[in-house]
């Protein structure tokens, strides 16, 4: 009988350590595939950034007076480029959106400007890239929310506060930054020409 007792106590033990290491593996993989998520939307964000200088030189060739709104986006890209977390980068990459839209609003009073190859060519890449940080957002968003129930379901809450598995943090767009970065290439008919300004000698 004693026999059978240790037998019965010997399996519980081990089923119980089983579970405990399939419970602490699942919260490993969960975060490992948060982290994963996370390089597809911190690949695109340094693409954006690096698209704006380019960008911004484009529309200073022939809008230079307008110069609070090329202050306004340069800066946005330098919050987006010191963020640290999935917030904060969250944060910035909204500012940076609204910024660009008045750019392109901008853009929009100058014909020569809105015909420009460069110009054309790189806004098609921010919304391309847009597009590509949309998709890893929902991808992102998804895996945490896996992750995060994990860390706080019973019985793997227990093992998330013993091992210090410590929620992870969503990137929310605003709902305003949720709409496509776009601008209409269109020239008015009765719009005068307009050049860049010429350079000093």
């Given at each position: 009988?004693?026999?059978?007792i ?6 519980i ?12 593996n ?9 982290k994963?998520?996370w390089a ?10 690096s698209l704006?200088?380019?960008l911004?030189?484009?529309v200073k060739?022939?809008a ?10 340069t800066?946005a890209r330098?919050r987006?480029?010191?963020?640290g977390t999935p917030?904060?980068a ?10 660009l839209r008045s750019?392109?609003a901008?853009?929009e009073?100058?014909p ?5 190859e460069?110009f054309?060519?790189?806004q098609?890449e921010l919304?391309?890239t847009e597009?590509k940080?949309a998709?890893a957002r929902?991808?992102y968003?998804?895996n ?6 994990k860390t ?8 998330a506060?013993?091992f210090?598995?410590q929620?992870a943090e969503?990137?929310?767009?605003e ?7 776009h601008?209409s ?12 300004p010429?350079a000093t000698?």
């Open positions: 009988m004693a026999v059978v240790i037998i019965v106590a010997v399996v033990v081990v089923v119980a350590v089983f579970a405990l290491i399939l419970i602490y699942g919260l490993v993989q969960a975060r490992l595939r948060t994963e998520a597809g939307i911190d690949v695109q964000l340094k693409r954006r950034a704006i200088p380019n911004v030189e484009t060739g022939y230079a007076h307008e110069r609070g709104t090329l202050e306004a986006v800066e330098a987006l480029q010191q963020a917030g904060q969250a944060e910035a990459n909204n500012m940076l959106t609204q910024t750019l392109f901008v853009a009073q100058y020569n400007l809105k015909a420009n460069n054309i060519e790189l098609r919304t391309d597009d940080i998709y929902q991808f968003n998804t945490v929310l896996s992750y995060n129930t706080q379901q019973f019985p793997s809450v227990i093992l506060n013993m210090g598995f929620p969503f990137f929310e767009a709902e305003e930054a949720r709409q496509d970065v601008v290439f269109a020239t008015p008919p009765a719009a005068p020409p307009t050049a860049p010429a000698p």
